[in-house]
């Protein structure tokens, strides 16, 4: 994917977010997840001086964790460190004594690998959890670190329906919706797609055509599983166009999107969403919008004016 337009640099740290997540899933050292742990830290803190950063906080606390996981990931299959004691040999000094010289090829201490006792302890406690545990325990982390250092309403409850804006920009792109795989009665006299799922019949268990638009249910670990379902999809061909809303991308389903998906829209401003009891509040953070089909063009165009667009 090529910049179709300049970066902000709110824009910037989101991409090179992405690009450190990718590149603590290709780390084949210790050295390597530390610095990238340190870098998360750096990023974390400099967003929460800056004050209204809420997204990159967030973000950078998620990088910092699954850090720490590859990181315990790696001390686990290490050996254990042995001291530095080192192996025993005569004296040459003619004091009758011995002199100790550390032997070979020894474990490095955590001193040497940079790493405090604490951290080492929590890093291996995390990756000793299961997938499933480690998933639940980044989400919540990352939540609290961003309520503790500013606060604005959540749409965690999966009640929040997509703005008229959005839909009549993705009727000008796909045309027909065919299908609202995460919806609504209530939504569908806006959405008016062809098929829809509720919470009901599930549309993760269901089979999904056409051209789709997708507005997730936010909470986790659902954001993550209608990602999945949406990349395999398409893959499959199954999905012939679809368009994506999503508040907050579990990073471990960004690099597949990235790519797999034909143009991306970074929303400038914060939308603001319809819950099915009439009121209106803002997202809690700007809207990443994903495009899927061959008309790339025509997305560029029309999603222009809600921010910037990557192809």
């Known amino acids: 994917m090529s910049y179709a337009l300049p970066l902000t640099k709110l824009e910037t740290a989101r991409l090179m977010i992405a690009e450190k997540c990718q590149e603590l899933a290709e780390t084949t050292s210790i050295r390597e997840a530390k610095d990238i742990h340190t870098w ?5 803190a400099a967003a929460k001086e ?3 950063c809420e997204e990159i906080i967030g973000l950078a606390a998620e990088l910092q964790l699954r850090s720490e996981i590859r990181l315990g990931q790696f001390l686990l299959m290490m050996p254990k460190n042995k001291g530095t004691r080192g192996q025993a040999r005569g004296s040459t000094d003619g004091s009758g004594g011995i002199i100790t010289e550390p032997p070979e090829d020894e474990t490095p201490t955590l001193k040497e690998m940079d790493l405090t006792k604490t951290l080492s302890a929590r890093c291996q406690k995390l990756a000793g959890l299961s997938k499933e545990d480690q998933e639940a325990h980044v989400e919540e982390i990352k939540q609290r ?3 503790s250092t500013t606060y604005s309403p959540d749409l965690s ?3 929040w329906f997509t703005p008229l804006e959005i839909i009549e920009a993705v009727r000008d792109v796909l045309g027909t919706i065919d299908l ?5 009665d209530e939504a569908q006299e806006t959405v008016r797609a062809t098929r829809y799922f509720t919470a009901e019949n599930d549309g993760l268990k269901q089979e999904w055509r056409g051209r789709v638009l997708l507005n997730p249910p936010y909470s986790h ?3 993550g599983r209608f990602m999945k379902k949406l990349c395999s999809e398409v893959k499959a061909g199954h999905v012939s166009a679809a368009i ?3 508040n907050v991308l579990p990073s471990e389903r960004l690099q597949e999107v990235m790519e797999i998906c034909s143009a991306v829209c970074f929303c400038r401003d914060r939308l603001r969403f319809r819950h099915k009891t009439g009121k209106v509040q803002h997202s809690k953070y700007n809207l990443d919008i994903f495009y899927f089909g061959p008309d790339v063009a025509k997305f560029v165009r029309r999603f222009a004016e809600f921010g910037r667009v990557l192809k």
């Not at 998360?40 to 974390?44: D, F, G, I, P």
């Not at 609202?180 to 609504?184: Q, R």
């Open 244 to 246: 994506q809303l999503v």
């Open 221 to 223: 670990p659902l954001i």
């Open 40 to 44: 998360a830290r750096m990023v974390k």
């Open 157 to 159: 409850d999966d009640e």
């Open 180 to 184: 609202d795989p995460a919806s609504c």
């Open 50 to 52: 800056r004050g209204d």
């Open 145 to 147: 670190t961003v309520r």
